[in-house]
Nanobody, 124 residues
Framework: QVQLVESGGGLVQAGGSLRLSCAAS????????MGWFRQAPGKEREFVAAISWSGGSTNYADSVRGRFTISRDNTKNTVYLQMSSLKPEGTAVYSC?????????????????WGQGTQVTVSS
């Protein structure tokens, strides 16, 4: 199993930046894809970004492409989400997730392990 713990959320003004981190522990010796998802109040959880084990492949939701950057440091078993030009509609609980394999899936149900989430609030 893989345990995931997010950090870095908080309150930021529109146009500002935040960097989220997700630390993994447990069975981290196997190759796994990492993803970030978010869920706003009253809305369904949505895909934000995903990254391959090597970090060489990434995928982004259209709504964040060009503003968010996903990266990972396997020596630290940590994945990051650098968020810039934040918008009020980006207010949500952001969760990281892991799945074994190589495909950068965008469907939450295809990820096996989840963190508890971190709140990001963007004020207008």
């Amino acid at each position: 199993q893989v345990q995931l713990v997010e950090s870095g959320g908080g309150l930021v003004q529109a146009g500002g930046s935040l960097r989220l981190s997700c630390a993994a522990s447990g069975r981290t010796s196997s190759s796994y894809v990492m993803g970030w998802f978010r869920q706003a109040p009253g809305k369904e959880r949505e895909f934000v970004a995903a990254i391959s084990w090597s970090g060489g492949s990434t995928n982004y939701a259209d709504s964040v492409r060009g503003r968010f950057t996903i990266s990972r440091d396997n020596t630290k078993n940590t994945v990051y989400l650098q968020m810039s030009s934040l918008k009020p509609e980006g207010t949500a609980v952001y969760s990281c997730a892991a799945r074994y394999g190589v495909r950068l899936r965008v469907v939450a149900e295809e990820y096996m392990y989840w963190g508890q989430g971190t709140q990001v609030t963007v004020s207008s």
